[in-house]
C-alpha cells in the first residue's frame, strides 16, 4: 500500500514551499518501525526491496519505504540518472524521518543503508533513530577495494546490524575483518552470498534460505532497539 504526505522543505515570508512524498507501507502500523531505503539501482518497488519488506513486516515489523528524489524523477519521466550527491540523500533520509515523526530503526539496501548508517551515527536531536540495519553494506566501490567507506564505522553511537554476504564484492568477510571497524557493530554472515545476499548452488545453501534469515534478524534487532 502507497501513501503520500506533504512537508514544509522552505519557509520564509510570503513562501512557503510543500514537497510530496509517497511512501510504500508493509505491516501493522502499531509494530515496531523501520523506514527501509533502495539501493543506488533500483527504486522502492525493486523485487528485492518489495520482497524484503513483506518478509520484515511478516515478523511484526511496520516497514516503510520511500525513494530517494533522483528515482522520484525518474518515476516522473522515464530517465535513468545517478544517485544524488552524499548531502542530498542525507537530507532527504533526515525529512522522511521528521515526516514519520515516531521512534523507528532505519536501513537499507547498498547505498540506502550506507546513507542511513551515516544519518544514524550522526548528532540525532529529535531522538527518533534508535539503530540502524544494513543489507548488503557497500564497504567499497566493485573493484576498488582501496576506496573504503569507513570512516563513519570506526566509532558507532547507535546499534547497527550489517547482513552480509561472505563474498560480497562490495566487501568480502575476510576484507571487512580486517578494516578495523567498530567491534560492537553486529554482522549477520550469510554464506557464500553476493551482494544481493545470494549463494551459489553448490554452496549447499539457497537464496530463500539467506532472505528469510535476513528478515529475521532484521525484524529482531528492529524490535530489540525501539
Known sequence: MTFTTGYNTDIAIHKVKIVYKTYTKNGNPEDPLFIFAHGA???SQ????TDMAERIAAFGVYVVRFDF????????DGKKR???RGPKL????QTVISDLDRPC???GKSMGGRIASIVAMAEDQSGLVKGCACLGYPFHPAGKPEKQRTEHLMKITKPLLIAQGTRDPMGTEEDVTSYGIDN???FEWLADGNHDLKPRRLSGFTHEQHLQKTA????????ANQ
Request: zero cysteines.
Open 41 to 43: 539501482g533500483a527504486d
Open 69 to 76: 528524489p533522483y528515482m522520484e524523477k525518474r518515476r516522473e
Open 82 to 84: 545517478p544517485p544524488d
Open 46 to 49: 525493486s523485487q528485492f526491496m
Open 90 to 93: 542525507i537530507d532527504d533520509w
Open 216 to 223: 529475521e534478524r532484521v525484524a529482531k534487532f528492529v524490535k
Open 105 to 107: 530503526v532505519i536501513g
Open 184 to 186: 560492537k557493530i553486529v
